[in-house]
T-cell receptor, first 114, second 109 residues
Framework: KAGVTQTPRYLIKTRGQQVTLSCSPI?????VSWYQQTPGQGLQFLFE???????NKGNFPGRFSGRQFSNSRSEMNVSTLELGDSALYLC?????????????FGPGTRLTVL | SQELEQSPQSLIVQEGKNLTINCTSS?????LYWYKQKYGEGLIFLMM?????EEKSHEKITAKLDEKKQQSSLHITASQPSHAGIYLC?????????FGTGTSLTVIP
């Protein structure tokens, strides 16, 4: 069974631009969660999608948004990029609920904002 | 909000030594997860603990959740260079998944 895949793996953008990151979950998994990891803040929860609906959301500004498609693939969008958005963005999938089902993580997308 | 503090923040041990990493929660834990991360990569699931007093082992790694369910420890026996990485504990509050501050482990051959 293929693991969680994330594209692209590396991305360089400039301030003010927008970016879209993609995540393909493990086949059969319906929950996709997104996390931001930075040296200063550690690993922080962005949001979780289940069956095309945002089920939970962390404490991030509205510039961070996401969506999930009918095949469970998910995208995350960050608009008006700021230097502080430079981070490793991780996506995780689980069967139904990350609270009771193991989360499987992708390799991450490293975003650098110049 | 749930807070997970890990200690120590970093650890450097000689190969073959035992070590323990702690994860302390500000609230009662209803599920505690341990993950390992190689620098700049995704997380690898190690173990999940749910019941107070529960202990699980996988190869040379043992994790335990204390009776009061507010602290967990991860113990590595006879450490190897392959154990090097960042260890993270995580917990779900019902509407958000939190991660601990992380412990960086270096194993010197």
């Amino acid at each position: 069974k293929a693991g969680v895949t994330q594209t692209p793996r590396y991305l360089i953008k400039t301030r003010g631009q927008q970016v879209t990151l993609s995540c393909s979950p493990i086949s059969g998994h319906r929950s996709v969660s997104w996390y931001q990891q930075t040296p200063g803040q550690g690993l922080q929860f962005l949001f979780e999608y289940f069956s095309e609906t945002q089920r939970n959301k962390g404490n991030f500004p509205g510039r961070f948004s996401g969506r999930q498609f009918s095949n469970s693939r998910s995208e995350m969008n960050v608009s008006t990029l700021e230097l502080g958005d430079s981070a490793l963005y991780l996506c995780a999938s689980s069967f139904q609920d990350p609270a009771v089902n193991e989360q499987f993580f992708g390799p991450g997308t490293r975003l650098t904002v110049l | 909000s749930q807070e997970l503090e890990q200690s120590p923040q970093s650890l450097i041990v000689q190969e073959g030594k035992n070590l323990t990493i702690n994860c302390t929660s500000s609230k009662t834990l209803y599920g505690l997860y341990w993950y390992k991360q190689k620098y700049g990569e995704g997380l690898i699931f190690l173990m999940m603990l749910q019941k107070g007093g529960e202990e699980k082992s996988h190869e040379k790694i043992t994790a335990k959740l204390d009776e009061k369910k507010q602290q967990s420890s991860l113990h590595i026996t006879a450490s190897q260079p392959s154990h090097a990485g960042i260890y993270l504990c995580g917990a779900d509050t019902g509407n958000q998944f939190y991660f601990g501050t992380g412990t960086s482990l270096t194993v010197i051959p």
